[in-house]
């Protein structure tokens, strides 16, 4: 009589089979969670940079045109307010009033500090509420003078989306100083 052969698996052979597919899963759903993690994070990133270099280049732009400051405004009420130049559509040069604040807001249950521009009658924010951690614009005026030099700021901002683990923030520091006045 002829011996039959087993073809099939045992339980013991089925259950490292198992283990092994799970382990190599589980290798695979970690390096796609991480690298989906290190996407978003640089993603937020970028974005708040983005936002930073807005609000930067902007401040930047009408610091260079200031003409005159208001210095009872910043005195009293902490607002940076000032003149600055501003080209026409038709051409030319036309001064502007443009002011700076930074306004407390709520939306939902997010709470924080907007940056509020003003030139003349028209309002803009740069962003969404609570993404303006800290803020200081501070015009220095020149030595035993009441001619205006430069105008300090620092500026810190959280992303608007937090992502896993903290949200990104970032700092801006520097001096500005106006073309028309050098």
């Given at each position: 009589?002829?011996?039959?052969?087993?073809t099939?698996?045992?339980?013991?052979?089925?259950?490292?089979?198992?283990?092994?597919?799970?382990?190599?899963?589980?290798?695979?759903?970690?390096?796609?969670?991480?690298?989906?993690?290190?996407?978003?994070?640089?993603?937020?990133?970028?974005?708040?940079?983005?936002?930073?270099?807005?609000?930067?280049?902007?401040?930047?732009?009408?610091?260079?045109?200031?003409?005159?400051?208001?210095?009872?405004?910043?005195?009293?009420?902490?607002?940076?307010?000032?003149?600055?130049?501003?080209?026409?559509?038709?051409?030319?040069?036309?001064?502007?009033?443009?002011?700076?604040?930074?306004?407390?807001?709520?939306?939902?249950?997010?709470?924080?500090?907007?940056?509020?521009?003003?030139?003349?009658?028209?309002?803009?924010n740069?962003?969404?509420?609570?993404?303006?951690?800290?803020?200081?614009?501070?015009?220095?005026?020149?030595?035993?003078?009441?001619?205006?030099?430069?105008?300090?700021?620092?500026?810190?901002?959280?992303s608007?989306?937090?992502?896993?683990?903290?949200?990104?923030?970032?700092?801006?520091?520097?001096?500005?100083?106006s073309?028309?006045?050098?």
């Open positions: 009589m002829k011996k039959l052969k087993k099939g698996m045992s339980i013991v052979e089925i259950m490292i089979v198992a283990a092994l597919a799970s382990g190599v899963f589980l290798v695979a759903m970690n390096l796609m969670n991480s690298t989906t993690r290190s996407f978003k994070k640089g993603s937020d990133l970028l974005n708040t940079q983005v936002l930073m270099e807005s609000i930067v280049e902007q401040l930047r732009g009408d610091i260079r045109n200031l003409i005159s400051i208001d210095w009872d405004k910043f005195e009293k009420e902490g607002l940076l307010s000032f003149q600055a130049t501003k080209k026409k559509a038709s051409g030319g040069l036309e001064n502007v009033t443009i002011s700076y604040s930074l306004k407390e807001e709520t939306l939902g249950k997010k709470k924080g500090k907007t940056l509020i521009r003003r030139e003349g009658n028209d309002l803009t740069f962003h969404g509420v609570g993404q303006v951690e800290k803020m200081v614009l501070k015009p220095l005026r020149k030595k035993s003078s009441t001619d205006f030099h430069c105008v300090i700021i620092f500026l810190t901002i959280f608007d989306e937090k992502g896993e683990g903290s949200a990104s923030k970032l700092s801006f520091g520097g001096r500005f100083f073309k028309f006045l050098e």
